[in-house]
Each structure stands twice: as C-alpha cells, then as structure tokens.
C-alpha cells in the first residue's frame, strides 16, 4: 500500500477520502522541519505539503534517490517548493487551483472595505470605551463605489477581484499583468506598475509569489500612488516590500493599505501592527470551511490519478 503523509491538520472529509492509502496524519499547524522533509522524501511515496513547508533545493541535494514521486501540495501557490530541484529529482509538483480563487477574492474585497472605511480603527474605538457618538466628521474615509482599481496581476484571483469590483461598485479596472487578457468586461492594461500605481485608488497584488515578483511593489511604486490611495495585498508577503510600505505608512503618503500576507510570515514587526492606516489580518485567503474541504479533496484527486498511473489534473 503506497504511503502518504499529510504535513498538516486537515478537515475530517479528506482523511476519509484518503482511506485506501497507508496515511500518515502529522496532526501539527506548524511547517515541516528540515530534517522532517528530508525523511519525508525518503519514507513516503506521496507528500502534502503546504506554505512553509520550505522544500529547497538543498532538501532535495540531501536525498538522491527519494522514494517520493508526488509533492501533492495544499494550495495553489507553491513558491515554497524549488521546482527545478523537484523534477530533477524526478518528483512531480501539483496544486489546488480553482478552489481557492472566490474565497481569496472575498477577503481582497474584505480588506479594501475595511481600510477604505476605517472599520478597523471604528471597531477598535468602541471597544476602547471611548467613544463619544456620532458625528458629522467622525472617521471619514473613502467611499469606494465609482472609483479605480489597479489589479497587479490579472489570473484567476486577479480576474474575480476585478469583477467584483467593476459590477458590484461601478470601479473602473485597470491592470498590469504579463499579457494582455480577453475580458468580458471594460479593463485598461498597463504594461507599467508605476504608471498604474499613480491613477487608481486602491492598488491590489495578485501575482504568484517567487523570485520574478519579490518587491514587485516598491519604494517607486509606492511613491507613485495617491496620497488617499490604499494597497491591498492578499498574494505573498515578500511581493511588498515590507520596510517601504511601513515608511509609506509612517509618511501618510498613501491613504492606508491592508494586508492579508507579510513578508517574514508570521512575523509581523511591531511598526507596523502600531500604525492604525493599515488592517492586518492572519492569512485568511481561503479560510472557510468549505474551501479548506475542496482544497483537500482537489489533493486527493491529484494523488489517485498519480497513484493510478494517471496524469494528475493540476500538474504544475
């Protein structure tokens, strides 16, 4: 019976799923450890992996002639995997595409009203006990309906935030990706971030994580935006840079950002949990309980088409 270990906690529905394999549950939230990976790949004819699970070249550089065939990994990104090291190894990589897109779309909207609103701050005064009823001028931010959005890459996650946008609050869409995309609705493409930064109001990365997008958004692509404009990011946290953002924030150049990743994951530096202009969440792209099942069982369907000798469905 071909082995599987599953590096994290799962819902009760996949472990079902996986029921004719030898599964082996690592019950812990925490990523695989080294040495835990490099057993991994010597031990088991299938791995889970998921983000953290740092599976370097040098991982693979350690194990030879890996039992493992399968990286089945649990979420669409897998810039945590060195890939070029995986296939030289001879082990196949897939993902969960799909499943992931509305939800992680949900949370940009999330994070655009919440900034743009000042809920966070709201929320934070009444709790405080301090605050002192409404008035004309309290708390005034920005109304979001009718204004320009920047979507910094425009696939799947890229495309539902800006059909949200543009059919649920008239936002005009601008973007910048890799190519040109066929859209079923008005869109302006940019070939330039910096030029798309300084016209649009709110400014959402949505790019893949890995070295080709690290600090895609920059001290110049900060500087470039409005000074009510907000940056939302719900891709990985080293596509920010995170000290520039901080002085943006500090500075008041930018009207606030909201962020769903970070770069050192999950350090989050006390500057910038101090500042009140931007709304700090703990990843929860595709935090519902139904994503997290179709997730799992998209993982299951990769390992039993590879299992069977089959073409997984999402081979990366």
């Known amino acids: 019976m071909k082995r599987v270990l599953i590096s994290r906690i799962l819902p009760d529905e996949v472990y079902a799923a996986l029921s004719s394999f030898d599964v082996v549950r690592r019950d812990r939230t925490q990523p695989l450890a080294a040495d835990e990976m490099r057993d991994a790949l010597r031990d088991f004819d299938v791995v889970m992996p998921t983000l953290g699970d740092r599976f370097s070249a040098d991982v693979f550089d350690d ?29 196949t990589i897939t993902n969960t595409p799909g499943a992931v897109t509305d939800a992680t779309a949900d949370i940009a ?24 009823g409404w008035h004309p001028t309290q708390m005034l931010g920005l109304h979001l309906s009718g204004k320009a959005v920047g979507i910094v890459g425009m696939g799947r996650i890229g495309e539902a935030i800006a059909r949200r ?22 869109a302006r493409y940019h070939n330039d971030i910096v030029a798309l930064a300084g016209e649009v109001d709110v400014l959402v990365v949505a790019v893949p994580g890995g070295p080709q997008t690290h600090h895609l ?8 935006m409005r000074q009510h404009a907000r940056l939302i990011n719900i891709a990985r946290g080293d596509v920010v840079s995170q000290t520039a953002l901080i002085d943006a924030l500090k500075a008041s150049s930018i009207g606030g950002a909201g962020l769903d990743v970070y770069e050192f994951e999950p350090e989050v530096p006390e500057s910038l949990r101090a500042l009140d202009n931007v709304v700090l969440l703990p990843h929860l792209g595709t935090a519902t309980r139904e994503v997290r099942v179709d997730m799992g069982l998209m993982v299951v369907r990769n390992i039993q088409a590879f299992l069977n000798d089959e073409t997984p469905p999402n081979v990366v």
């Open 109 to 132: 909207m999330t994070l655009m009203l919440v900034s743009a609103r000042r809920a966070g701050e709201g929320e934070r005064l009444v709790r405080s006990g301090n605050w002192e």
């Open 63 to 91: 194990v030879p002639n890996p039992r493992c065939r399968l990286l089945a990994n649990f979420g669409v990104g897998y810039n945590h995997i060195d890939v070029d090291a995986a296939k030289a190894a001879g082990i």
């Open 165 to 186: 946008c543009h059919f649920g609050f008239g936002m005009s869409v601008a973007y910048h990706s890799r190519t040109r995309k066929e859209l079923t609705f008005d």
């Open 217 to 224: 958004i920059n001290a110049d692509v900060l500087a470039a």
